[in-house]
């Protein structure tokens, strides 16, 4: 890329906007899915049991079965949260800023 | 079959992970009849993909088309065939027979494999496809010394896919002998070749929908056999794990975590391992060129997020349902595994306990429906090693030919030719090596190649996408540390200095040196130090013009401007 074209692109008042709010977005996400998944080996490490409980009164099921897939669905929908908003709004910016120097 | 101890076990939670090497399929396997059926459908499946790889050849001409399909998948095709990574003979037979021996256990296990996911849209999806070409070393050689990064990104590119090729074609290999009843040579020869003819001629186009079709197969199959047990429990889950537990010796204690998280250092190691070692695996990686542009890549990370968990939910219910359904036929079981219908030893099971999905299909869908399980189990190891020789040749022929030999001044038809010729050659020794590994224990090498992937390639990838100050110096230091920390590492494990070497302890068992099973713990450390020492130390002049270069890099990274010049038809 030319140097004259970097420098526009850094000088167009969107992109420091761009680069902000994805970066603070993608590190929410991340901190969630890790804090999630931590937050269940810990507690796998330290309170078993407590996921080994009965979901209702004289069920088999434990409430460790609908957590485990909980999970998996969150790390689905949160794939799908960031590329709903990097899909659209930070494509848009990007879309804007390659327009106004092109 | 091996015993279960700690070290059985966590053997086998290397596995899946392995993507295709279980313990019984690394161990002695007990080769069973002639499987016909199942024979005749995976022949089906050879005939339809080489349609498939004919039809590739044809839209096969340019390096781009070669390596990167033409950039012509979508977000969905993409996503398809990035799951079809991951849902590996192993993983599917692996995790099934993990729930139906341990239950619970068998979900976090999955999880852990799941979550990296998430994190590599989050932080480096984009960016390596708004910076790369071919190959990752295109994303991390991007503002340094050419020579040395590609060299350096090749060398620990090709560790990887070696090491899992081995782990691939000895679990072909055994695999055959448990769902075909054929010789396990006769695996190996076929599996090289095939997916010699794959990349040969259909390049990444061919190796892309073999994946695809294979996917496909493998999602249709798991959902019908999980619909089909649940409907023995009245498509309650509840009774499900009602009558699991009244089939299962361990009882109730399935149901919860078991002993998967005994040590919490090795299951970090791994989790980390997992994590970002998928974030450097180089057939994983070269999938994200294979879209148009930044807006497919991400969708195809959602669409493969979801597939692979959905994926893992079927393998959950298919184990919890083996247990009760597989009981109804004790002629499957050894002498004293099963109990008055209580499975009392998992893995008396006849083939182990990677026969528990195979098992299940037949108990729920009859022979045909066995001998369709069976291919697909087989297909997939196929589609997986086609991936991974892909990705290999590329390392020699795009970064060590291209760039490091004719630095630049080579044309593409040459470039072509040299992947095609490195292919045929790595499948010659792939062939080669599997068949000599038939006996040995390759259970650490699908270990090894993540600990490398995540020790070498990520590092070196993610400080050179996000720190501006890395040097070329500081990229070669820290790739090299990490690699050789982690095979020097594993070496000293005792997956490789105990029970490989041979090397015994006071009480006559097999040990190790060091106290982890995989090295990412220390190794990720290591290589991150050495780019962070090495690039403050370099004060050179070149340093200071890539120290300059990132703010180009940057803007490019995030907007992807320049990127789309580099792709466009």
Known sequence: MQEDSVAAIKGHPLYAELVAKRKRFAWILTILMLAIYYGFILVIAFEP??????IAEGAVTTIGIPIGVAIIVSAFILTGIYVYRANGEFDRMTRTIREDLL | MRRIGPWGLLALLLIPVALAAAPALTGAVEKQPV???????????????????????????????????????????????????????????GISGLVFASGYDGLIYSIGFLVGWPIIMFLIAEQIRNLGKFTFADVASYRFGQTPIRTMAATSSLVVVAFYLIAQMVGAGKLIELLFGLDYWIAVVAVGVLMMVYVIFGGMTATTWVQITKAVLLLAGATFMAGAALMHFGFSPEEMFKQAVAHHGSGE????????????INAISLGLALMFGTAGLPHILMRFFTVPNAKEARKSVFYATGFIGYFYVLTFIIGFAAIALLTQHPEWFKGGALVDGVVA?????????????????????????????????????????????LAGASAISHDLYASVIARGRGNEATEIRISRIATFVLGLVAIALGIAFESQNVA????????????????????????????????????????????????LSKAVWGDVL????????????????????????????????????????????????????????ETGIGADGAVAH
Do not use: H
């Not at chain 2, 090894?448 to 990838?461: D, I, R």
């Not at chain 2, 040196?513 to 370099?538: E, H, M, Q």
């Open chain 1, 49 to 54: 049991q407590w996921l080994a409980q009965p």
């Open chain 2, 35 to 93: 499987n016909t059926s199942a024979v005749a459908m995976f022949l089906v499946f050879v005939a339809g993909t080489l349609g498939i790889t004919y039809w590739a050849s044809r839209r096969t001409r340019t390096a781009r088309d070669f390596y990167t399909a033409g950039g012509g998948i979508t977000g969905f095709q993409n996503g398809l065939a990035i799951a079809g990574d991951y849902m590996s003979a192993a993983s599917f037979l």
């Open chain 2, 253 to 264: 204690s399935i149901m919860g975590p078991g002993t998967l998280v005994k040590d919490p």
């Open chain 2, 345 to 389: 030893d998992p893995k008396g099971l006849v083939g182990g306990t990677n026969m528990v999905a195979i098992k299940l299909a037949e108990a729920v869908g009859g022979s045909i429906f066995l001998g369709f399980i069976s291919a697909v189990a087989f297909a997939t190891i196929l589609a997986v090693v086609a991936g991974l020789t």
């Open chain 2, 444 to 491: 650490f090498m699908v270990g090894l190649a993540f600990a490398v992937a995540a020790s070498a390639n990520f590092p070196v990838l993610a400080a050179s996408i996000f720190w501006g100050k890395m040097t070329t110096r500081g990229a070669l230091f820290g790739g090299f540390a990490g690699l050789l920390s982690a095979v020097a590492l594993t070496v």
């Open chain 2, 502 to 557: 041979g090397n015994l302890g006071a009480d006559g068992k097999p040990v190790g040196l060091v106290p982890l099973d995989n090295p990412a713990i220390v190794s990720i450390p290591v290589a991150f130090f050495c780019i962070w020492l090495f690039s403050v130390l370099d004060r050179s002049e070149r340093a200071k013009n890539e120290r300059a270069a990132y703010e180009a890099q940057k803007v490019r990274c």
